[in-house]
C-alpha cells in the first residue's frame, strides 16, 4: 500500500514534465508535492512548489525541443523514503539524460526531493 501511494506521487510529478500545456504543471505538482517541498536540484536547494515549477517549466523548454520524462524503474521504498530512476530525452534524437531521484513522503504527498541526475561511473579498483 506504501508503495502504490509513493508510486503515484512520483508518476504525478513526472507527468508535469510530459503535460500537453504548461498551465497544467502547477495543478499537477500540487497533487503530487506538499507545499512546503525541499527541492535539491542541479543548481541547489529551492523550496516549495514555485521553485519546482519553475525547474520543470525550464526543462520542458529545453533547446533541443520538448523532450519527455519516464520512469525507467520500479519505485523503491524502505519506509518514508523512496527512490526511482528516471530518462529525460528530447525529440530526434537529441540529449538524453538519467538519474536517480530520491524522495520523501509525508502524508502521501513528496516532502523532499533530491535528484541525482547523470550515470554513476563504477569505481577504480
Not at 503515484?8 to 495543478?27: E, H
Not at 523550496?47 to 525547474?55: K, P
Not at 520524462?69 to 523514503?81: G, N, T, Y
Request: net charge negative; with cysteine; hydrophobic share 40%.
Amino acid at each position: 500500500m506504501q508503495e502504490e501511494t509513493a508510486r503515484s506521487a512520483i508518476d504525478t510529478f513526472i507527468s508535469a514534465f510530459n503535460t500537453s500545456d504548461d498551465s497544467y504543471v502547477t495543478a499537477l505538482l500540487s497533487q503530487a508535492l506538499t507545499s512546503d517541498v525541499v527541492f535539491w536540484g542541479p543548481l541547489g536547494r529551492s523550496e516549495g512548489i514555485a521553485a519546482v515549477e519553475r525547474f520543470v517549466l525550464d526543462i520542458r523548454r529545453h533547446p533541443a525541443g520538448t523532450g519527455t520524462m519516464v520512469r525507467c524503474s520500479a519505485v523503491d521504498m524502505p519506509d518514508e523514503w523512496a527512490r526511482y530512476q528516471w530518462v529525460f530525452t528530447t525529440p530526434d534524437g537529441g540529449p538524453r539524460l538519467a538519474g536517480t531521484d530520491v524522495v520523501h513522503l509525508r502524508r502521501s504527498l513528496i516532502d523532499q526531493v533530491i535528484v541525482f541526475a547523470g550515470e554513476i561511473e563504477p569505481s577504480a579498483s
